[in-house]
């Protein structure tokens, strides 16, 4: 995912040097010893390019830079930040904030299991009971909205459209990220964090900074999570954004889904590459995992939209259970809210993807017995 550089303001043409002074530059540069030093230094700037990006053949392994940010010090961002999270927030009920699930990090605030047990999964999920003989035993349907925080237009309507139940992901670089996510807990949704991750055709598809990837160190990795899990707190787990090689890699993905159990959070395969190896792993680490069970926005038109959601409710009364996942496009946006609003009277119960989650590690782990 590209991230846009900040614009480079243009001289001011007021200011500009007076017409004998850009005479006697040009002079200047007109000099052959000039000439000489001037592509003397485009030489080394150059050079210095190259190593950049291949890497210096005195290191012994050529690397790729792909520009990451500088991690900000307690003594910047951070400090303001972690200031705002020293007192327990809510708003409707619903808990946009703990202390006691916050450690305070030179980066920022990072998730932790509280010392009376709670995790930010519980705390931070929608409470759900599916108690009643008639509700309990209809098809559960979870739902995740996916890319949120880029778009405000996109992102203020998936607030004010959408049901509750369905599950939100904002991406870590959102510029107003815990502001939108407050306004989503505020609302009663569960938030997602999406973690930049390694796709099979990078650095042509950009998943965004601090992106997790395969040659990384495990150490290095677990630094880049880090770098994701402390733009805000108020999240319940996070999910792969873009990911399909990473999440292919047992060697890398395990090392994340245990510092994703550590800190109390779930897991989120959005199901979209086949390769993935994240119920595996899951299990190894101990991870709460879901997996989607269907992309219902690949084509953006009404016609396939309902095409897909009607697979989805397929899937649901199969297995008693489906996971919808989708981005945030207006037309998506639009036709979630429909759809969700005659939901239970077609026969579904829409429910959280908290709720879902332990089911599938459970039925996984039987998998594997």
Do not use: C
Not at 22 to 49: D, I, N, T
Not at 201 to 210: C, I, L, V
Request: no cysteine; glycine share 10%.
């Amino acid at each position: 995912m590209a991230v846009e550089d900040n614009p480079v303001p243009s001289g001011d043409p007021q200011n500009a040097a007076p017409e004998d002074a850009r005479v006697a530059r040009f002079a200047f540069l007109r000099r052959p010893l000039s000439l000489a030093y001037a592509a003397f230094f485009v030489f080394l700037a150059a050079g210095a390019a190259a190593i950049e990006i291949a890497g210096s053949p005195a290191d012994g392994s050529p690397v790729v830079s792909i520009g990451l940010l500088p991690f900000p010090s307690r003594s910047d961002a951070a400090t303001v930040k972690l200031g705002t999270f020293q007192e327990r927030r809510e708003f409707g009920g619903n808990l946009l904030g703990d202390p006691s699930l916050i450690e305070t990090s030179p980066q920022g605030p990072l998730p932790r299991i509280a010392q009376d047990g709670r995790t930010p999964l519980k705390a931070y999920g929608r409470n759900f009971t599916s108690a009643g003989t008639s509700t309990g035993k209809k098809p559960k349907i979870a739902l995740v909205l996916r890319g949120l925080g880029v778009g405000a237009t996109q992102t203020n309507s998936a607030l004010m459209q959408l049901a509750p139940e369905i599950t939100l992901g904002f991406v870590p670089f959102a510029p107003e990220l815990q502001s939108d996510i407050d306004k989503a807990r505020g609302a009663g949704h569960e938030v997602l964090l999406e973690v930049p991750m390694e796709p099979f055709d990078f650095p042509d598809s950009d998943p965004g900074p601090h992106a997790l990837l395969v040659g990384a160190s495990p150490d290095e990795n677990v630094k880049r999570l880090e770098w994701s899990l402390s733009r805000a707190t108020g999240y319940m787990g996070v999910m792969n954004l873009l990911g399909g090689r990473f999440m292919g890699e047992e060697t890398a993905i395990e090392p994340v889904l245990a510092q994703v159990a550590k800190r109390g959070l779930m897991f989120f395969d959005n199901g979209a590459s086949s390769s993935s190896v994240a119920v595996t792993s899951a299990r190894h680490t101990r991870a709460a995992l879901a997996t989607g069970t269907l992309a219902i926005d690949t084509v953006q038109t009404q016609a396939a939209l309902d095409s897909k959601l009607a697979e989805l409710e397929n899937a649901a009364r199969q297995d008693g259970y489906a996971i919808g996942v989708a981005s945030a496009y207006p037309i998506t946006i639009a036709r979630l809210a429909e759809w969700t609003a005659t939901a239970e009277a077609r026969g579904f119960q829409l429910v959280p993807l908290s709720a879902l989650a332990v089911q599938q590690v459970q039925q996984s782990a039987k998998a594997g017995e």
